[in-house]
């Protein structure tokens, strides 16, 4: 039997709490792939980075125990997560063409950035959930990128569903030159914050 609920789509994730040992059922918030988000995940224009990231992750946990009830299933405790690419105070978030993706790139290469993942973890149900909050805050420095490398990554469509444009875990491992955090938080669902807030909620992390 699962332990808890995982509000999130993301593979990576989903691999990241095999690798501890979590016990999971993945709650999707929506049936129907076309109907709206349930949560906007717009930035609001006097939003800071880490307000926003911390906001956009309490409302995927909040929703998604909300889902819970309105379908009537068993409660157990929901966890979602967010993370952010700040650059010179800019969030980059997920590109929405080719194009996009290799501005972002270009601009990530040769500099050091922030990359920023809140977990949120609603742990009792009831009509005024407060979750339970964890952030992880790592420095990604990238050494510089050419054009045809960025236009070969680009072309394999791996930053088309990645914050910043570029995943760690993948082929954009062969740009960064320091990792100062957490290499899971980079990924998206930092291991250490996350055991920590489950076992808060009196769930056994093996």
Do not use: W
């Amino acid at each position: 039997m699962a332990d808890i609920y995982l509000a999130s789509r993301s593979p990576r994730r989903r691999e990241l709490l095999h690798q501890i040992g979590v016990r999971f059922e993945t709650l999707l918030l929506r049936h129907e792939p076309r109907r709206p988000a349930d949560v906007d995940e717009s930035q609001q224009p006097s939003e800071s980075a880490h307000v926003y990231v911390e906001r956009i992750a309490r409302e995927k946990a909040i929703c998604g125990a909300r889902v819970l009830v309105a379908r009537s299933q068993v409660f157990r405790p929901v966890l979602a997560a967010d993370t952010v690419v700040v650059l010179d105070g800019k969030v980059l978030g997920k590109p929405d063409s080719r194009a996009q993706a290799a501005q972002f790139l270009q601009r990530l290469g040769g500099r050091t950035h922030e990359v920023r993942t809140v977990v949120a973890l609603v742990a009792t149900p009831g009509p005024n959930v407060d979750p339970l909050m964890a952030t992880s805050v790592s420095q990604v420095t990238m050494r510089s990128i050419s054009e045809e490398e960025v236009e070969r990554y680009c072309a394999s469509n791996e930053p088309m569903d990645k914050a910043g444009a570029y995943a760690i875990q993948g082929r954009a491992a062969i740009f960064v030159e320091r990792l100062e955090g957490s290499y899971s938080g980079v990924v998206g669902l930092p291991l250490a914050e996350t055991a920590s807030l489950l076992v808060r909620a009196g769930i056994r992390v093996p």
